[in-house]
């Protein structure tokens, strides 16, 4: 394997080059690592070698540790992560010393790290072990440590490194939240020290002309003392209870990675840097160890990518979108419009006055301009996507659309209309999906001429913010329909998941149980704050009265009547909608009327919850414990996931766990509902599903598939890699 090559100048300047075989992004594995070792050996063996450069053959520096490579690593257990981390140090902590005598502080080679495009997780905490960091200029770059936001954090002496270069304040927002920033951006952050037209070649200069003391860093330097203040220092006394309290604050306590890398850079600071390097390898390999990062790596990293490269599509042709019709300006149609013709993609939007296509399409207008006061759009870039969006009522305009979504009113009789306007001009072979939110798919598609080539494509509000986009199978639709949708959810960048036609599809028949079981436990007279903190600590991230509010009560009121007709005598909201009816009599219908189960200022700025809640719903004498209320708001929701999954609603658990945390933002620490199962044990999961069941009603009952596995002691993901292996 080649994944770095050195070549060294007339000038006795090395450079080695990371470009790894077959990839188009580089990422570090423990091969490569152990290439790097020797090359850096080599080099600083070599007389004739005065400096290295490090760089990349690649646009970009690269993307990180290869997160298949730490799942690997945990399967040795903790001694084996542990290990390798080390390794990782002793690697970093060479090229940092880079041969200079350890008292004196000389003789080392100067080494400068060249990026040319974005540097990530380790690729970042490679160069910030090199003594000059330089970035070309290049807007598109991210540069950065997004660690936590799978669930781990910088374990290769970035949180070491990053911190004692900027100081544990400035440090924070890269190392708490994972912020990305551009070249120019990162350098004023101080993350890298210059940013150059040619940065192998500035690299270079700087490597030539470099002075014993340019290679010392400061922490290696005598009397150094952490920027900011280190923890007993006053100011820094301040900065680690105010990070302290804000981590606690954010994460409620159940991410595990950002208290591990707190204390990390806390403990880290109290002690030399050799030291303090171990400490973030044993926060480190504590973290990796713990099953809540190994969940959110498998969800939010490794079955995401699977997804959005198309792991459930079928094998047809190449199908992607170049012309777009959108029947319906709305509020979906227009975010369609802005996220397709971002994209690319030529965009019809129609709507049945000129006035409101329009509308729609100022919509993309003014998340432009957003973008540009930002400066994250230019003009020429507004000008160019707005230029692809046809504003019009002109259904003669839909000629030559691939692929059409149809985001008009919810109502079946209209839905129908626009299908036969729509397919009486779009090409034969023209795919037609519906982003209805309740309507069957294999009820709409009886106004299609071909109902193999008519889908549902469900997007999610706001449609430019949100990730995840759930792709519906009606009992017609064929393949070629199924590819065509995987391919334009591709291209517009968001992820999917494939699911089949049966009531609020998967999502939105999941989180509907949670605002239930919120809602009648109001009508209980359970504690409102009660409610919403339980949600908010199990790492929700609203509560369920909040997400009420801002879906709308009204919407909640319509979804409700709509369900107990459909379903008559099995309709289980009876409990539920005396509460939220009585809020929609009363006008409080969520936060757009500025008033519901919280209450809000004119500005519509929520407040607290609705002190009136109280006088309509008196407080029940004994109230129940924490755990109790947890227990039925999560189990609200895992359970009929795993009923989607049962009735084949779902066909794959890994839809199933990215679809949660994108979709609604289940909790993400847990890596989604069947990797929280599987965490707890399908025995246990049972245990508390009867339990509940008991004391609240059949709702709570464990499905047959649950209790199935748990009496062969089963798990999710250990029997679909059993049956993916076989
Ligand atoms: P909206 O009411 O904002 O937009 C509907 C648009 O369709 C209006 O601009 C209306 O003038 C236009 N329209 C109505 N009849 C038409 C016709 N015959 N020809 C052309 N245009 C016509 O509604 P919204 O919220 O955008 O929803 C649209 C669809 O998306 C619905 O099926 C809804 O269930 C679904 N949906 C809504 C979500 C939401 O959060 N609002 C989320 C996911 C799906």
Excluded at 233 to 254: L, Y
Excluded at 623 to 650: H, I, K, N, S, Y
Aim: hydrophobic residues 45%; neutral net charge; contains cysteine.
């Amino acid at each position: 394997m080649t994944d770095f090559a050195m070549q060294t100048d007339a000038e006795g300047v090395a450079t080695i080059t990371w470009d790894a075989a077959g990839r188009s992004m580089n990422v570090l594995t423990l091969e490569a690592a152990a290439e790097l070792n020797r090359l850096v050996d080599q080099a600083l063996g070599d007389e004739a070698v005065k400096g290295i450069v490090i760089t990349s053959g690649k646009p970009d520096f690269a993307a990180g540790m290869d997160l298949n490579v730490l799942a690997g690593l945990k399967q040795g257990g903790a001694r084996a992560v542990f290990d390798g981390v080390m390794s990782l140090h002793h690697l970093l902590r060479k090229i940092e010393r880079a041969g200079m005598d350890p008292k004196t502080l000389k003789g080392g080679k100067p080494i400068a790290a060249a990026l040319p495009g974005t540097a990530l997780g380790i690729g970042l905490e490679l160069p910030l072990a090199c003594h000059r960091i330089f970035a070309a200029d290049n807007p598109k770059a991210k540069i950065g440590l997004p660690e936590i936001q799978v669930g781990i954090f910088p374990g290769a002496g970035g949180t070491t490194r990053l911190s004692r270069k900027l100081g544990a304040m400035m440090a924070a927002p890269l190392l708490l939240e994972g912020k990305l920033n551009d070249p120019q951006k990162a350098r004023a952050a101080g993350v890298v020290d210059e940013v150059a037209e040619d940065p192998v070649a500035a690299a270079k200069a700087w490597v030539l002309q470099a002075k014993d003391a340019d290679l010392v860093k400061p922490w290696d330097a005598k009397g150094w003392k952490m920027p900011g203040g280190a923890p007993y220092h006053p100011a820094g006394f301040m900065t680690f209870v105010g990070a302290s309290a804000m981590v606690s604050g954010r994460t409620m306590g159940v991410y595990p990675a950002a208290k591990a890398l707190l204390s990390a850079v806390y403990e880290g600071a109290l002690v030399d840097f050799d030291t303090a390097l171990k400490i973030e390898a044993r926060w480190f390999t504590w973290v990796l160890m713990n099953p809540s990062s190994g969940a959110m790596i498998r969800s939010l990293f490794i079955n995401k990518e699977a997804l959005e490269k198309g792991a459930n599509r079928p094998d047809v042709p190449d199908q992607k979108v170049r012309k777009l019709g959108i029947l319906g300006a709305g509020m979906m149609g227009a975010g369609i419009a802005y996220v397709s013709a971002n994209a690319g993609i030529e965009v019809v939007l129609i709507d049945s006055a000129q006035e409101a296509a329009e509308r729609g399409k100022a919509y993309s207008t003014g998340l432009l301009d957003k973008g540009i006061s930002r400066k994250k759009v230019t003009e020429a870039k507004k000008a160019e996507v707005l230029g692809r969006i046809t504003a019009t009522t002109d259904y003669a305009a839909l000629e030559g659309c691939d692929l059409i979504v149809e985001a008009v009113f919810e109502d079946p009789g209209v839905k129908a209309e626009v299908t036969k306007k729509a397919e009486a001009v779009i090409p034969q072979d023209a795919i037609f999906a519906t982003n209805t939110s309740t309507l069957p798919i294999s009820d709409l598609a009886r106004a299609s001429t071909r109902p193999e080539q008519f889908i549902g494509i469900h997007f999610f509000s706001p449609v430019d913010k949100m990730l995840l986009v759930e792709i519906i199978k009606g009992r017609e639709t064929g393949e070629r329909a199924v590819a065509k949708a995987l391919d334009f959810v591709r291209q517009i960048r968001k992820t999917p998941i494939v699911v089949n036609d049966a009531r609020f599809f998967y999502a939105n028949r999941c989180i509907i149980p949670y605002l239930n079981e919120g809602i009648r436990m109001v009508g209980e007279g359970v504690s409102p704050a009660l409610i919403e903190n339980a949600a908010r600590m199990m790492g929700m991230p609203l509560g369920p009265l909040q997400l009420v509010d801002e879906t709308s009560v009204d919407l909640a009121v319509k979804i409700a009547k709509a369900t107990k007709a459909a379903m008559g005598d099995a309709y289980a909201g009876n409990d539920v909608d005396p509460v939220i009816f009585r809020l929609a009599d009363e006008g409080r219908l969520g936060r757009k009327s500025k008033a519901g189960f919280y209450a809000y200022d004119e500005a519509g700025k929520r407040q607290g919850l609705w002190e009136g809640l109280g006088a309509n719903w008196p407080r029940a004498e004994e109230q129940p414990d924490l755990t109790e209320v947890q227990q039925r708001l999560m189990f609200a929701q895992t359970l009929e996931a795993v009923r989607a999954l049962e009735e084949g609603v779902l066909t794959d658990i890994r839809e199933g766990d990215v679809g949660a945390i994108l979709g609604w933002g289940f909790a993400p620490w847990t890596g989604g509902p069947f990797s929280w199962l599987d965490m707890m044990g399908a025995a246990r999961a049972v245990g508390i599903a009867e339990a509940l069941a008991a004391r609240h009603g059949e709702r709570f009952a464990p499905p047959k598939l649950l209790r199935d596995m748990a009496e062969r002691g089963g798990s999710f993901y250990g029997e679909a890699a059993s049956r993916a292996a076989a």
